[in-house]
């Protein structure tokens, strides 16, 4: 313990050093949220407050140091039924006895988001730690990025950060090689990746290969002995492609996925078969700043009729294992900016495949130089058991972000 | 060797008084062109925006340019909110993507992003000059010689070309005779010519290394009733900038 203590000064004393000599640049954000949802005649609250503690250092020319630490708290209604929410279908399936399984639960957290070091070489970036990923053209979803699912809502939110050595060489000035290892217990289960982006005239393309071990949950069957519901995990191989440029005037993107997936004989009667994902894309602004986006996404794990969806597919989907319920689905979102501090949009998320649709208008205010506002309400226009079905409530959240 | 200088002086002498007079719409614009277009350049500047409430906001950027403004990277210190993101501009700003630090993502933006305001500010990405904007989507006409803010100036009316899509359907510029520094531009209303929409105002002209560079320039937004200023904290010309700093890997630094 004394070393561990003795430790921690020596790093904090150093730590000052540094950033009393302009080495280190220390910053971050203090955000204070409040979610609300309307459901069963009650409106539900939950508030949390995030501190974000980041660090930079750049060591040299070559050498970038780079970390960030949260710290949340969660107040107000910090445990959730899934299954307040669920039609009665599903909720049919659920194995008798495990519904305490199916609360929520927010506790506070503190974490280690990311650390890494960045090494810059002439000719190749090497990059080790925890770091985000960032794959995919897509603005609400990404079929390439097998590492993060994106907040339908909020899908500009930063992501986690995730372990991995990380290699980009420059090909000339069109073209970048990357590979990523992201270690797990072994070999076999880690994530590689390569990729190759590049530009052909007015476009930027990238192809891209993955191969990661994919976790899904049977929400039917529960494993008594891990306590927690059974476990599948599959071997994801992933090939895909992505572009993102111009056509008449209008800003165009596209990215795609084919997905093989290999279970162990023990699963296989459970598993979800191979699978692909498309994102078309296209946005314009007019010239009185009125901003404009249609995005579409297709999964083929998704199902086509709202009868189909069941236990599984609702719970993934909540759990965010899963990016889609239903096959396809159109994101639209226009914004304008009311006044020169404070931009008013609106954004809908419509399931083709089910006929149902979000409206969530949003607001972003910048109170001074450094604190921002952002909020949203979402209502919900479908029928039960639809995914954006009225049952699963309305309501709204509001942030509030100090950078300093 | 010397005879040859003193002949240039005196063609040089003789210049304002005779030939200025001979130049053509197009002489003066491609001359401003020239001027606006160095070869690389480095700056530092300090945006600070007047809303209509009174309040104001500062950024603080840095920016590099090559190639006579064909390559383009501007980057962010200050605030806090917006320090580290980035965007890269190439072929004369017809290829444009942002950095956002926080994600670590990189997007490619269309050419119709040019039209949005920087950072709210009452500049576009496109009024901050993009390579040969003046003269490829422009037809130049000169007007009568002016005097504006005390300097003797050509005046420019630049109508859109039929098939350009930039937002303003004409432009009015007084051009300083003696440095070619346009002092005045008016922006007219993309649909309609007549609608007077914003003006530009150059001040504090200094000449850094054999350039004149306006150290001060007024972005005036008269339908917003909104104004925003840009300052030059600090300009280097011709400086050495690798062609790796505008590429992907050189938003991402």
Known sequence: MKKWLSLLVFFLLSLSSLIAQDKVELFGYFESQAMGTGVKNEFLLLYSNKLRVDLKSSLSEKVTFAANFDYITFHGKTEWNILDFLPPDAIAEVPAGTEPFYVFSYSDRHFLDNAYIKLSFKHFDLTVGKQQISLGTGYVWNPTDVFNIKELFDPTYEQPGHNALRLDIPLGSMYTLTTLFSPEDTWKDSAKLIQIKGRISRFDYSLIGIEKVWLFH?????????????????????????????????????????????????FREYAVGDFSELVVGTDYTFNFQTYMMIEYYRNTLGKTDYEQYNLNDWMRMITLEQKALSRDQVYAFIQHPATDLMSVGISTIYSVSDKSLTLVPTLNYSFSDNVEIFAYLYFNIGKEGKVFAKTMGNGGMIRARVYF | ????????????????????????????????????????????????????????????????????????????????????????????????????????????????????????????????????????????????????????????????????????????????????????????????????????????????????????????????????????????YNVTLADSMFTERGLKK
């Open chain 1, 218 to 266: 049977d929400y039917t069957r529960f494993d008594d002995e891990n306590m927690n519901f059974l476990e599948l995990p599959g071997k994801r191989q992933l090939l895909g492609a992505s572009t993102a440029g111009e056509l008449l005037g209008l800003g165009v993107w596209a990215e795609y996925a084919y997905n093989w997936m290999e279970y162990s004989e023990d």
């Open chain 2, 1 to 236: 060797m010397n005879k040859i200088i003193i002949s240039g002086f005196i063609v040089l002498l003789l210049v304002p008084a005779s030939f200025a007079q001979e130049f053509t719409g197009e002489d003066i614009i491609q001359k401003v062109n020239d001027l606006f277009n160095v070869e690389s350049g480095y700056a530092k500047a300090k945006m600070t925006i007047m809303t209509t409430s009174g309040q104001k906001r500062t950024f603080i950027y840095e920016s590099w340019s090559k190639n006579k403004g064909e390559k383009n990277l501007v980057r962010y210190l200050e605030p806090r909110r917006v320090k580290g993101q980035a965007t890269l501009m190439l072929n004369n700003a017809d290829d444009i993507w942002m950095f956002f630090p926080r994600t670590q993502r990189v997007r490619k933006l269309a050419s119709h992003a040019k039209k949005q305001k920087m950072q709210g500010s009452d500049f576009s990405y496109e009024d901050m000059g993009s390579g040969d904007a003046f003269i490829n989507d422009f037809s130049p006409k000169r007007l009568k010689d002016e005097k504006m803010e005390g300097y003797d100036c050509y005046q420019l009316e630049l109508t859109r070309k039929p098939e350009s899509d930039v937002s303003y359907s004409r432009l009015v510029m007084w051009v300083i005779k003696e440095n070619f520094v346009p002092v005045v531009i008016d922006y007219y209303d993309e649909d309609d010519p007549t609608l007077h929409e914003k003006r530009l105002l150059e001040s504090d002209i200094r000449v850094i290394d054999d350039i004149p560079t306006a150290m001060k320039v007024v972005m005036y937004n008269k339908n917003d009733n909104t104004q925003t200023e840009l300052e030059l904290l600090e300009v280097k």
